[in-house]
């Protein structure tokens, strides 16, 4: 990906391609992770003169006999004063601060954070919350002008890291945990590493489709079945959603039908479907049961709702289209040694672990746990984002097209 393409993807971004995968509140948010940690006071310097009698250095008239064997230094220091090998030296050593810029949500940013400093409680942990695309401009902006202050940027695609590589604004690093990725999940110079992906579904509110007599959707096509019109809420798809891009290129590539893939989005967009300007506020919608339909919905933003009680159910749509996230750190970062124990820690087996409780999302490494309420997903085809040739090229030479037939479908100007 070239500097050309760049400056060309950056006001496509004002169309929104795969931002609210990240979540959708246009206002940035900052917070303190606050860690603290334990300190040991240094003994007072020793004075021969206060020493019990039987405590001073021997004289030489009671020294050892030069027979007698002297104890080794292992049996003489107590195992808890054994110096630490360098690994753990550096690791207990670590402190200062960490700017991260997140995508997350706030809960599961500060949740991550309390993990991550159970291993490094030395250091500060501060984070920006905000949406891809104002994330995307920022980090462009800053790193062309070499003023960019954050040390770990977590953002949603692939794409925008290699973007970013080709224009050497990430630094390289060979993280030891690195390898568990597989290779088509990070960069082969360690310049970013996908953690794990986002699943893209439907929800429906269960309340609201009964008390009107409707069907259950559960398939992408359903949501062109005229049965929900009025009835279907989504974020809206030209400034922070994914759907210009993302969905709409995904059905046609997968489906391989142009007749089917043009039937089906005429007859989405023939009902009348209310957007919202984030992809929060359309998930507030459909919670509080005002919709009946989310259209486009993501599983690790709604599944704290659901798991307080929301009537919401997502449902894994074939195919379930993913969004590969990934762990960035910018070359001129403040905090470099801090940062790349932030990407050790978020690809280790425990890190990886958190990803995939905290944050719910799908972790990268073969083996970490699978997120319970994603095991819907399990046996139904998926399709990476943007991920295959076709569909790169659809982005790279046709993104204007899509973004001029929603606009058509969906009524939009």
Not at 285 to 292: C, P
């Amino acid at each position: 990906m070239n500097s050309r393409f760049l400056k060309a993807l950056a006001p496509m971004l004002a169309f929104g391609l795969l931002a609210a995968a990240c979540g959708g509140d246009d206002d940035t948010e900052t917070s303190t992770g606050e860690s603290t940690t334990a300190t040991t006071a240094a003994p007072a310097d020793s004075d021969d003169s206060q020493m019990p009698e039987e405590e001073m250095a021997s004289t030489d008239d009671d020294q050892m006999d030069d027979d007698e064997e002297m104890p080794a230094a292992d049996d003489e220091m107590p195992e808890e004063e054994m110096p630490a090998d360098d690994a753990e030296m550096e690791e207990m050593e670590l402190s200062g601060r960490l700017v991260w810029w997140s995508d997350w949500t706030i809960e599961q940013t500060e949740a991550f954070i309390d993990e991550f400093n159970e291993v490094h409680p030395g250091i500060q942990v501060e984070y920006t919350r905000s949406d891809d695309a104002e994330m995307y401009n920022r980090f462009t902006t800053e790193s062309a002008a070499g003023t960019i202050d954050a040390d770990i940027v977590i953002i949603g695609w692939d794409g925008f890291s290699r973007g970013w590589d080709a224009e050497g604004w990430l630094h390289a690093y060979d993280s030891p945990e690195g390898a568990a990725i597989p290779a088509e999940s990070r960069a082969e110079n360690g310049t970013w590493y996908t953690y794990g992906t986002l699943l893209e579904g439907m929800c429906h509110n269960t309340e609201r489709v009964a008390e009107l007599g409707l069907d259950a959707p559960t398939q992408w096509e359903d949501l062109a079945d005229p049965q929900y019109k009025d009835e279907i809420v989504m974020q809206d798809i030209l400034k922070v959603g994914s759907g210009a891009h993302d969905l709409m290129i995904e059905t046609r590539v997968y489906w391989d039908d142009d007749e089917r893939w043009e039937a089906f989005w005429e007859g989405y967009g023939a009902n009348n479907v209310v957007f919202q300007a984030s992809y929060t506020e359309a998930q507030q919608q459909l919670v509080q049961g005002n919709f009946a339909v989310l259209g486009l919905c993501y599983l690790d933003f709604v599944q704290p709702s659901i798991d307080q009680g929301a009537p919401v159910v997502w449902s894994a749509a074939e195919p379930v289209v993913t969004v590969g996230f990934t762990v960035n750190i910018p070359v001129n970062a403040p905090n470099k040694e801090n940062a790349e124990a932030f990407v050790d820690f978020i690809l280790s087996a425990d890190g990886q672990a958190v990803v995939a409780d905290v944050v719910g999302q799908v972790p990268a490494r073969p083996g970490a746990p699978f997120p319970e309420p994603a095991k819907v997903a399990e046996g139904i085809p998926q399709i990476l984002a943007l991920g295959t040739p076709r569909a790169q090229a659809e982005y790279n030479d046709n993104a204007q097209w899509y973004v001029e037939l929603a606009k058509e479908w969906f009524d939009l100007r």
